[in-house]
């Protein structure tokens, strides 16, 4: 990657020559990403229904650091390529394990950039970590933005193929983006993840606010499954469960942990 041949005819982005691109990108090889793994509560039931894979940076000065402190430039230099397909790999073993020793069935949900998806090989690279590590195609969600599906246009064939195996495709931050509005009904997805903002305004004295009300009407509509991101509180979970809304993620219900510390009783009473 640092061969100067490359760099001067343009094959390597010339950000990757600073200090902190070099790190970040030793930091990837040498297996210092680790994930993080948030509840998804299913509120009808208050039953576990998945969790959300999410990186962090093991670094070994600074400690655990959150993707916005590196994914930017991982996204800026073209290494969140790398860290991606490091990250899905690590999820599907980490959770097919997980489910193996538990006897729990939760499906895992894993982020992909819009670089990833741009790549040919993309479906190929998520169906070789699902055969390697055994995980069952319908126990992995694709969470892709609003924006990147706006974005790349050969987006749609990939996503139909990995929907063909079983994968299911969420849109994620709905509401924030590009709006996928006009062609909802056409996008190869099954998921709408309701974004935090969104779920910020149902506040007590009320139940769910109109818009809120509109997005799961409109998903109902079309057959889509709907999670509610960032609930931090119960008159929300009551509130979103009680407007039909099927699922949440949220510091109310738990943060983001390993995945021996998901409690699945825990997670049954938090929305009981
Ligand atoms: P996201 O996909 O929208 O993930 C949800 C973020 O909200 C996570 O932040 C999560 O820890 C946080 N969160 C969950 N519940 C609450 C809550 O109740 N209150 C608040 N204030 N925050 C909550 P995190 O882990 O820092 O990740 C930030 C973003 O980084 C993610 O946003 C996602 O866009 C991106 N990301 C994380 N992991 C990956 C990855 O493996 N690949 C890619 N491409 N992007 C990733
Ligand atoms: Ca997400
Ligand atoms: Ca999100
Ligand atoms: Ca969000």
Redesign the pocket.
């Known amino acids: 990657l640092y061969d100067a041949k490359r760099r001067r005819r343009g094959l390597v982005p010339a950000s990757l020559d600073t200090p902190e691109a070099e790190e970040l990108l030793r930091a990837i090889t040498d297996g210092e990403l680790v994930v993080r793994y948030q509840p998804v509560v299913e509120l009808r039931t208050g039953r576990l229904a998945g969790v959300e894979a999410l990186v962090r940076w093991q670094h070994p000065e600074r400690g655990l650091l959150a993707p916005d402190t590196f994914l930017p430039l991982a996204e800026a230099t073209g290494v969140v390529d790398l860290l991606g397909a490091r990250v899905l790999r690590a999820a599907c073993h980490e959770v097919k394990a997980w489910q193996d020793r538990t006897g729990c069935r939760a499906s895992v949900a894993v982020n992909v950039s819009g670089a990833e998806l741009a790549s040919a090989a993309y479906p190929a690279r998520v169906l070789r970590a699902l055969d390697d590590s055994g995980l069952a195609p319908s126990d992995l969600v694709l969470?892709v933005?609003e924006t990147a599906f706006m974005d790349v246009p050969t987006m749609d064939a990939s996503l139909s193929t990995l929907r063909r195996s079983g994968v299911r495709i969420a849109v994620?931050?709905f509401g924030t983006g590009w709006s996928t509005l006009s062609r909802l009904d056409q996008l190869p997805v099954d998921v709408l993840?309701l974004?935090?903002s969104f779920v910020d305004r149902v506040v007590p004295g009320a139940g769910c606010t109109p818009v809120v009300d509109a997005v799961l009407a409109l998903a109902r509509a079309l057959d889509l499954e709907v999670v509610a991101?960032g609930v931090e509180s119960a008159h929300q979970v009551t509130a979103l469960r009680d407007a039909g809304c099927d699922t949440a993620q949220g510091y109310h219900l738990q943060r983001p942990v390993r995945l021996e510390e998901v409690d699945v009783s825990r997670a049954v009473h938090a929305a009981a």
Do not use: P, V
Request: aromatic share 0%; proline share 0%.
């Open positions: 969470e933005t994620d931050d993840k974004d935090k991101e």
